[in-house]
């Protein structure tokens, strides 16, 4: 069962389209990967699923009940987090996800024992400190407790990652990783490496439209092959070798893109032909930002 539906979604701003087509589902238990640069129609898709933004056509549906601008039931199966979420910061976390929770209609002692809970999981259970003087890592964790506070059936995740260090980022992918027990996820983001960490489904968002989508595997596997690195014995012979190979230099290594096991066998054996020196070959496996690159003519 599909969670989430977005079909033939369109959206413009003035003479500017955002959206051109849009068209994704998000499966039951699964954490979705929405890829997208940097104004590529990412947070207006979420605040379309949202109730808060009016498409100006196409169709939602969330837990098979249809979307409508202004007046938003469907959120009711929705838990979210804004890529920087806001906080009352004179309360601790426990009493704002009380608040949060009375907002919502729950029953004191489901706030209580869902709030500990919740606490525990993003790792702020002992925290007692005033919500002002937490971290931006800690507030995107608290973030995500008030997102599941009532166990909505989709999480949505706009951005959660972007402005943490390397820590921060892997404590909150993990967490997300958690939360896939009880929840679907729709992950936003254009940190390629997060998908490929925690992503089940994945689709490239290009110019309004999905442009590939797929498993993470899948997506990979679009690529008939991977790119070959060869490494010459003396570096000053790097040119002539990528002249003979007919591949690129980068950074020193000679690059052939998305060499076949045929070409492979081609560079071998005129490698062995010409008598050039070399020290080191490897294929280097695809990865979704090289496929990213590729989709957005980069």
Known sequence: MNVLEVKDLHKSFGSKTVLDGLTFSVSEGSIFGFIGRNGAGKTTTMKIILGLLQADSGEITVCGEKVRYGSTPTNKYIGYLPDVPEFYGYMTAKEYLRLCGEITGMKQSEIKSRSGELLELVGLGGEKHRIKGYSRGMKQRLGIAQALINKPRLLICDEPTSALDPVGRKEILDIIHAARSETSVVFSTHILSDVERICDDTAILEKGK???SGTVSELKAKRSGSDLHIVPANADET???????????QDGIVVIKNASEETMFK???TISREKLH????EHAEADLEQLFMEVIGK
């Open 210 to 212: 999905i442009a590939l």
């Open 239 to 249: 040119a002539k070798a990528a002249q003979i190979l007919g591949g690129t230099v």
């Open 278 to 281: 070399i020290s080191r070959i």
């Open 267 to 269: 560079v071998l054996e």
